[in-house]
C-alpha cells in the first residue's frame, strides 16, 4: 500500500477543546480530547480507518506553542515525510499561533509531501463545531494528487505557509492569506487549486533540525511596535537583557517613531540584528536606499521573528 497512509499529528487546541455547555463557543478550556478521538467523531472518515494513523505530539492551546514542541513536531514530520507508505500530514492546532507553527515548518522540513495544519475556532461540544469539517477538508488536501508543502486548511479554504494569518478573534471564518488570496478551495471533498502549490526551499530545508536541536537554546528574539508616542525604552532594557535580534512592527511601509528608531540604531550598533517588517495586516514593507535596517522580506512580525531566530540559530552553528 505505497503512499497510502495519512498521518495526523495532534498538538491541542479549539479543535481538542471541550465547553460545560454546547452553546458557549467561548468559555472552553482547549486541548481536552485526543487526536484519535477527535478523528472517530468525523462522520466521513470512518471509510478511511485504515488508511489514517493517530500521534499525540503535544496537548495544549497553542497560545503557549513554544520550541520544544516546535521541535518535536518538525521531528515527527521529518520522519514521517520519509516513509515511502504516508503521503501525508495533518497537524491539529490551535488557531492562535497555527501561522507561526506553519512558518516554521516550512523553514525546516523538504515538504516534498503536504503538511496540513488544520484547526477549529468552535470547541468539539459545540452546537455547530467546525473542527469536523475542517478536518475532512485536511484529509481531501492531504489526498489530492501532487499536493506538497506546508499548507493550513480552514473554513473550507487552503493557505500557504508564506501568507497564511488569523485575522478575526471569533468569526469560524478567521484566515487569511490577505492580498493574494487562498491557494484553492475544498467543495465537497474536492479541492479546487487557484494558485501553485508552494514552492519547496531547492529540496533543502533552511535549517537542519539537528542543528536546532544541539543549539543550548533558541535566540532570544523579540517584537516591538511603533506607535504613536512610542519611546526607546523598550527596547534599551532587551538590548540590556542581552536580546539578539528584535523585529519591529512598523507603521506602513516601514516607518516608525524617531524616538524608536534612534534606541534600535544604539541596538544594531551594539550588535543586535534589527528587522523591519510593517504592522499592517496586509502587504509588505517595499526596501528603498537609505533605509536603516532590513526589511523581513513580506514575513509578518511574527514570521520574521522565526526566520531571525533561524538565522542567528544557523549563524552561531557555523561558528
Ligand atoms: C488555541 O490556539 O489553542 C486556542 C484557540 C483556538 O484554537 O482557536
Redesign the pocket.
Known amino acids: 500500500m505505497s503512499g497510502q497512509k495519512i498521518v495526523v499529528l495532534g498538538t491541542?487546541?479549539?479543535?481538542a477543546?471541550t465547553s460545560e455547555q454546547a452553546e458557549d463557543n467561548i468559555g472552553y478550556t482547549?486541548?481536552q480530547v485526543g487526536v484519535a478521538q477527535l478523528l472517530e467523531a468525523v462522520p466521513g472518515l470512518e471509510a478511511l480507518a485504515m488508511v489514517l494513523h493517530s500521534e499525540q505530539v503535544a496537548q495544549?492551546?497553542?497560545?503557549d506553542m513554544d520550541g520544544e514542541v516546535w521541535l518535536a513536531l518538525a521531528r515527527r514530520c521529518a520522519h514521517h515525510i520519509e516513509d515511502p507508505v504516508v503521503r501525508g500530514i495533518i497537524i491539529t492546532?490551535?488557531?492562535?499561533?497555527?501561522e507561526e507553527t506553519a512558518w516554521f515548518l516550512h523553514q525546516t522540513l523538504n515538504a516534498h509531501k503536504p503538511v496540513v495544519l488544520t484547526?477549529?475556532?468552535r470547541p468539539s461540544t459545540a452546537l455547530t463545531p467546525d473542527g469536523p469539517q475542517n478536518l475532512l477538508d485536511a484529509v481531501a488536501v492531504a489526498m489530492t494528487s501532487g499536493a506538497s508543502g506546508v499548507l493550513a486548511v480552514a473554513a473550507g479554504e487552503v493557505h500557504g505557509a508564506l501568507h497564511v494569518q488569523k485575522v478575526h478573534p471569533y468569526r469560524v471564518h478567521a484566515f487569511t492569506s490577505g492580498d493574494v488570496g487562498p491557494l484553492g478551495f475544498v467543495e465537497e471533498g474536492t479541492l479546487r487549486l487557484t494558485q501553485n502549490w508552494p514552492l519547496a526551499l531547492d529540496g533543502k530545508a533552511r535549517i537542519a533540525i539537528e542543528k536546532i536541536a544541539n543549539a543550548d537554546a533558541w535566540p532570544r528574539v523579540e517584537i516591538v511596535i511603533s506607535h504613536a508616542g512610542a519611546t526607546g525604552a523598550v527596547v534599551d532594557a532587551l538590548v540590556r537583557d542581552d536580546v539578539q535580534g528584535l523585529v519591529v512592527a512598523c507603521t506602513g511601509n516601514g516607518t516608525m517613531h524617531h524616538a524608536l528608531e534612534a534606541a534600535l540604531l544604539r541596538a544594531q550598533d551594539a550588535g543586535v540584528k534589527v528587522v523591519r517588517s510593517t504592522r499592517c495586516p496586509e502587504g509588505q514593507v517595499l526596501p528603498k536606499r537609505g533605509d536603516l535596517f532590513p526589511d523581513s522580506r513580506g514575513l509578518s512580525p511574527v514570521k520574521a521573528r522565526i526566520a531571525l531566530m533561524l538565522d542567528l540559530l544557523n549563524a552561531s552553528a557555523r561558528k
Do not use: N, V
Request: hydrophobic share 35%; aromatic share 0%.
Open positions: 491541542g487546541g479549539t479543535i477543546g482547549a486541548a495544549i492551546d497553542s497560545k492546532h490551535g488557531t492562535d499561533t497555527l484547526c477549529a475556532m
